[in-house]
């Protein structure tokens, strides 16, 4: 939705297919994708499904196409997710990484600093710890990210972006939804889009990261706010 309205602002047509099945996938007209999440068995279903495009969509993410992928989507680019039980549910493969699920979730909301993109913000809710050495989309500020150690969070590889950012991340940070536009437009046209104002998206991207950064919650206030509501 935030993308098909970044681009009705500006006079574009986005056109949004979904991928149930091979026969869906339409490779030409591929300028930008995006995989979610979901619970583990989802996550398995799915993952097996896109098994028959798996060559398709390392051939998009080498040829430089945009894609997002949250959570789940992320964990599955890699070579296997492994259940607090033991078990490994393979992903797609697309890139040599891995991903391990613990006990405890780590729910919080996740700020982070982007070189590329600045000041970041959205909530994270996973047991899943990722592991790699790809560029990644920023430093933690708050919060866990990839895993409790590593202090980094996501990854950017290409114009590919791997993220536990919920939140949701594309109104909360418009300069991710654009940078995803901007890279399918100059991709296919050899252009990019004319920037929006975006001031209220910039204020309240401030205003969430202000909050917990230069005043950030106190358990008192916290119980208050739980109580009130």
Known sequence: MCLKKRCEWRGITLQVEEINKPEDLRKKECDLFMIGGGSDREQAIATKRLTPLIKEIKAWVDDGVAGLTICGGYQFLGEYLQTNNGE??????????????????LMTNLLVESRQFGKVVGFENHSGRTYHDYPTLGKVVKGYGNNENSGEEGLHYHHLIGTYLHGPILPKNPVIADYLLDSACERKYGKKLEPLGDQLENEARTTVWNRFIENPPTRMNRLLRKKSS
Do not use: Q, T, W
Not at 88 to 105: D, H, Q, T, V
């Open 88 to 105: 490994k549910l393979m992903g797609m493969g697309i890139l040599p990484f891995y991903s391990i699920a613990e006990e405890n979730r």
